[in-house]
């Protein structure tokens, strides 16, 4: 496979949290960034030092509303899928929470890329644990 040495267009789910927001950090003085997060459980202030930084992008809405997803995703080349329930606590008092939103959210995610016909996508979802 050969090194591609072009900027990459990347959309980072969750991108708000403080894993989003350090990833971040490491892409946007190449690449073009765009933060999909609805700030249910992240900060905007970790997005604030990136407002005036032409490569950054922030669309607040949920997962949920695959519409607005599947409008999002257009146009990029990696999806890099951050966003979930960061309380490992609330899920073992609420047992349903990822289930009911978590995977519907991983699958709209799944289904854009699918829809956009995109072939990279990164997920941070298979790794968490109790």
């Known amino acids: 496979m050969k090194y591609q040495n072009k900027p990459q267009r990347y959309l980072g789910t969750g991108g708000a949290g403080f894993i989003g ?11 073009d960034v ?7 459980s992240s900060r905007k202030e970790f997005l604030e030092c990136y407002v005036s930084n032409l490569n950054f992008h922030f669309i607040q809405a949920d997962l949920l509303d695959l519409d607005t997803l599947n409008k999002a995703i257009a146009n990029h080349d990696v999806i890099l899928h951050l966003a ?6 609330a899920r073992i008092t609420n047992t349903k929470l990822d289930l009911q939103r978590g995977t519907p959210a991983t699958h709209n995610v799944l289904e854009a890329v699918k829809v956009n016909q995109l072939g990279k996508v990164a997920s941070r979802r298979a790794t968490e644990m109790l």
Do not use: F, K, Q
């Open 84 to 89: 979930g329930n960061p309380d490992a606590r």
């Open 34 to 40: 765009t933060v999909y997060d609805n700030l249910s």
């Open 21 to 31: 927001s350090h990833l971040i950090d490491r892409l946007i003085n190449s690449d």
